[in-house]
């Protein structure tokens, strides 16, 4: 489980409430692989994964017309790593989770987890650096 702290806000209250949802989607996924009485999780996961995948577009969409509007100076390369998290989310092959569902799971949290220490800690934190 992944738990919102105020280390991941960056000041912007919008973002960072969008970001907090984020952490809601990894959240859901933990419980659902926690879940023991469940033993058919696939339609779950993939409906994790459209929402994963809806919202980061939103969010991305919204990150980026904040940093411009600031005329943010690493928007380009910023803009790239949010193409390439899409990229891997569209790429997961879903005929592949349901061979193994609790593995992807696992994989699903520890992209997420990993995703959000890296950019919203590191990237993220630095668009409100560079004011």
């Known amino acids: 489980m992944i738990e919102w702290k105020t280390d991941y806000s960056i000041g912007v209250d919008e973002i960072d409430e969008q970001h907090k949802k984020l952490f809601e989607i990894a959240n859901r996924a933990y419980i659902l692989l926690k879940n023991e009485l469940i033993t058919d999780k696939y ?28 005329g943010y100076k690493k928007f380009l390369s910023h803009k790239v790593i949010h193409e ?21 799971l696992m994989d699903i949290l520890n992209f997420i987890v990993d995703w959000i220490s890296e950019h ?12």
């Open 43 to 70: 339609d779950q996961i993939t409906a994790i994964f459209a929402e994963l995948l809806d919202y980061t577009e939103y969010h991305f969409s919204f990150e980026e017309k904040y940093m411009t509007s600031i």
């Open 84 to 104: 390439d998290f899409v990229e891997k989310v569209k790429n997961i092959d879903l005929k592949q989770i349901d061979e193994d569902q609790d593995k992807h």
């Open 120 to 131: 919203i800690l590191v990237q993220d934190k630095n668009i409100t650096r560079s004011q």
